[in-house]
């Protein structure tokens, strides 16, 4: 093992163990403190009188966030929220509240809930006590109509394909009624159309939207999923923003200026967003809220639509980050979870690759994703191996050509120039380049951003959230028997120990080859069982082409021969030193 193979191990070593540390959050939106007045479409006096209503939602919520808790009681009935109607379809059912004239609840059936001593059901979102998912407010004129603190009468609408839900009633005088059905413009199973229509609405009125204050956990480790808890949004003239609840202090209030496509609130596997389909969001706030036991489960958070002619749509997402189902939606809704922090840019695109390609192999096969991640490893192993092989030939050249390099310095220190000519010199008359130790260190480097990709994928993608392969329950979680580690920790030594053959040992390659291995395989018990088993599979697929060059550098120390001229010719002297 040489300087250059040190080198590779301790790169990789800092992706494996360094990772986690250089991004323990995604990037903080660039917006102020302070409030802009004058930057929504609206008359001057409604968008203040609209500010108002953000921090009127913003008091009121923040009462109410202080301790999340189920809507549905012990004998399943709904609690303290009116008359409720269901609406069902294949993929979720949605609970309304005629109190509020908004849903209080969605149910998922694809996916379960693992909370720990939680009733077996799905994966629910639902905010605080008794509390809606959204709540609405208006302003008209010099007016503030709380509509989520009325009390509409609900009653079901039927249409072509679907049904949907229609709130109508009366609030402070104003005649409003609230519509949610299927989109016309998307065929997504988790998004509603929301139409808001008030009578007789006098011009520049807005719609304040207050955002969820929480996600209830439905992962098995909570404390894990209140950390992912963030608010998100895309701005027309920029790239999506993610702003976490740890990152708000209490009573700290950001905002966010429109034109806005979407904002949205998630947690670690799932969002509920608003989407404008004609960019209407003008503003957004954000508020933090104080903390528990040195986590951020509340943030509180509102948006603001205008009005025309008295009406006001957008979608309402409420589901899971499936990426099929995030890249349909398209305004790059897919990064709602943006990866990596400050290396956002670098890594994302590897990401999507990743995933792209999983997806693709997991409907191309049908094979569980098990199989579609030892597959993927050992095809990334394929594809590289041509670029593997040259690298260590190279190795094995340099390390050979090592004492005529160190004799061609010592020669010449006191002349660089002519020190320099020679060893051009040197590497051509063994079909090398100055740039041949750097070029032979790219190909062992270019898995590693698909390591940074992988990091986060099995982190953060929900299509393996729960997917058991073989013995592991989980491929999202840590291996509960340590067995995926392991092999790749072993795997790892006979990588290096092969490697060591037919190389003259040093204190620093034995260091690094029975030390590495022990200390990243105690560094990845805990990480993701899929990413052990790529890592295991990449070792063990490398293992035919690390003994086979292993030949190769012991057929080397016999014959002084590897692609090039022979060593012992220019050792002896002959034309190639006397031109040194």
């Known amino acids: 093992m040489d300087r250059r193979i040190f080198l590779v191990v301790v790169l990789t070593a800092i992706v494996i163990v360094v990772t986690p540390l250089l991004f323990p ?24 009188q609209a500010d108002e209503v953000l921090g009127k939602a913003v008091a009121t919520t923040k009462e109410n966030s202080q301790k999340t808790a189920p809507l549905i009681d012990g004998e399943g009935n709904q609690r303290g929220v009116g008359d409720t109607l269901t609406i069902k379809s294949a993929h979720m059912s949605v609970l309304y509240s005629s109190r509020y004239g908004a849903p209080l609840q969605v149910a998922l059936a694809d996916y379960a809930s693992r909370t720990p001593g939680s009733p077996a059901g799905p994966v629910r979102l639902e905010s605080v006590v008794d509390q809606p998912l959204v709540k609405y407010d208006l302003v008209l004129e010099d007016t503030v109509v709380e509509v989520s603190r009325g009390n509409l009468s609900g009653k079901l609408v ?19 009624s609230i519509e949610y059905g299927n989109p016309k413009r998307n065929d997504n199973r988790y998004l509603i159309h929301v139409v808001l229509e008030v009578q007789n609405a006098p011009e520049g009125g807005q719609l304040v939207v207050d955002l969820p204050t929480t996600l209830e956990s439905a992962e098995s480790d909570t ?41 949205a609130v998630r947690n670690k596997y799932f969002l509920v967003a608003i989407l404008a389909p004609d960019s209407s969001i003008t503003s957004a706030r954000f508020t933090g809220v104080g903390r528990v036991a040195k986590l951020a489960p509340d943030a509180v958070g509102a948006i603001m639509l205008p009005l025309h002619n008295g009406r006001v749509s957008f979608d309402l997402y409420t589901g899971p980050q499936e990426f099929d189902q995030l890249r349909a939606l398209g305004h790059d809704m897919d990064h709602v979870n943006p990866y990596a922090g400050w ?25 569980s994703y098990g199989w579609v991640i030892i597959i993927f490893g050992v095809s ?16 094995i050249r340099m390390q050979r050509l090592q004492p005529e390099l160190t004799e061609v310095q010592r020669r010449y220190k006191n002349d660089p120039e002519r020190q320099r000519e020679a060893l051009v010199k040197l590497y051509q008359a063994h079909g090398m380049t100055p740039f041949s130790p750097m070029m032979g260190c790219l190909p062992m480097l270019l898995p590693m951003p698909i390591l940074f990709a992988l990091y986060f994928v099995f982190l953060n993608t929900i299509e393996f959230r729960g997917v058991s392969f073989l013995w592991m329950h989980d491929i999202s979680a840590a291996d509960p028997y340590y067995i995926t580690p392991l092999i790749m920790g072993l795997s790892m030594f006979a990588l290096s120990w092969i490697g060591m053959r037919g190389t003259p040992p040093t ?22 069982a899929g990413l052990n088993l790529y890592y295991a599979v990449q070792n063990l697929a490398a293992l035919p082409q690390q003994w ?33």
């Open 223 to 263: 404390t894990d999923d209140i950390r992912h808890l963030a608010f998100g949004y895309k701005a027309v003239a920029g790239s999506v923003e993610s702003l976490p609840f740890a990152k708000l202090d209490s009573g700290e209030t950001k905002r966010a200026i429109g034109p806005l496509e979407w904002v």
């Open 507 to 528: 204190a620093q390659t034995r260091m690094m080859s029975y030390m590495m291995p022990v200390v990243l395989t105690f560094m990845f018990f805990r990480f993701a």
């Open 548 to 580: 086979l060059l292993a030949r190769e550098r012991a057929g080397l120390g016999k014959s002084g021969r590897i692609g090039g001229p022979p060593m012992d010719g220019i050792r002896k002297g002959g034309q190639e030193r006397d031109t040194l």
């Open 343 to 367: 290396l956002h840019g670098v890594v994302q695109p590897f990401a999507t690759i990743v995933t792209r390609v999983l997806l693709w192999m997991k409907r191309t096969s049908g094979l």
């Open 25 to 48: 959050s995604v990037k903080n939106p660039p917006v102020g403190d302070s409030v802009v007045v004058g930057a929504v479409h609206a008359t001057a006096q409604g968008g203040n």
């Open 380 to 395: 990334v192993r394929l594809l590289l191996w041509p670029l593997n092989q040259s690298a260590m030939r190279t190795s």
């Open 158 to 176: 039927s249409r072509v394909d679907a049904s949907g839900v229609k709130f109508e009633g009366i609030a402070q005088g104003h005649a409003i």
